[in-house]
């Protein structure tokens, strides 16, 4: 049988950082929905197609392939796990992910990727939608301005330039959009345990999550 744990969220609550180590931890497969989101934005970027342009979001779709190997992201192929953390994707992907015909697709892409596996899947509608049956259901917050000095010092490592001021903006503005939005809407499923990591360590919601992981595998 299969373990299934979903890590649901807003941007900086934390998810990446934690469902990386968990993953490594406990032997799960790590699979980042928000980076299959990305990478159809930055595709589209790439080739100029807009929001309104159904038909080659479509052929997009139809083409796209993308394979997930630890943190490192592919998009047909190419190693694009840089260039999905730019802020102008991560500013347009929210609205891509908006699009009803594009949630679909990727659903149905996660739910093969984790066919017969022991996962851990990050993202916004995991408990909700993709595995409303998930064995565990965790739902990780925190407040804004502590997401957005979180951010800044994420990229930051990276080497992306950042302003604090302008990341908490786009913080507020992108959960606005992600928790209104008509399909799919970030939200916690009402079996998920809420963890608000505002002022916990990574060590400490780490030691939450496995705690409520391996009491759901005594069962
Ligand atoms: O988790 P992230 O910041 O990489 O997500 C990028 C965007 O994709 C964000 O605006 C929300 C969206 N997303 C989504 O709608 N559903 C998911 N399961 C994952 C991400």
Redesign the pocket.
């Known amino acids: 049988m299969s373990l299934v744990v979903a890590i ?1 969220g ?3 609550s934390g ?2 950082t934690v469902t990386k180590i968990i993953a490594n931890k406990k032997n799960l497969q790590y699979i ?7 990478c159809i ?1 930055l595709k589209m970027l790439e080739e100029n197609v807009g929001l309104e342009d159904t038909e080659k979001i479509r052929n997009i779709l139809n083409d796209i392939e993308i394979d997930l190997e630890g943190s490192n992201v592919f998009l047909n192929n190419r190693d694009v796990t840089k260039q ?2 730019t802020v102008e994707v ?1 500013n347009f ?2 609205p ?3 699009i009803g015909f594009v ?1 679909e697709k ?1 659903v149905e892409l ?1 739910r093969a990727l984790a066919k017969g596996k022991d996962v851990i899947m ?5 408990g909700t939608i ?1 595995f409303p049956n998930a064995d565990v259901k965790i739902y990780l917050d925190a407040k804004p301005e502590e997401r957005a000095r979180r951010r800044v010092e994420q990229n930051e490592k990276n080497g992306i330039a950042s302003n604090y001021e302008q990341i908490l903006k786009d913080i507020i503005e ?1 959960d606005t ?2 928790m209104t ?1 008509e399909n ?1 809407p ?1 939200k916690k499923a009402d079996d998920a345990i809420l963890v608000d990591t505002t002022s916990l360590t990574i060590d400490e919601v780490i030691d939450k999550i496995i705690n409520i992981i391996e009491n759901k595998m005594k069962e």
């Open positions: 649901d807003p941007a900086g998810k990446g980042d929905t928000g980076a299959m989101y990305r934005a999905i953390r991560s992907t929210s891509v992910s908006a949630r990727m996660q990050e993202g916004r509608d995991i993709v992108r959009r992600d939005r799919s970030l």
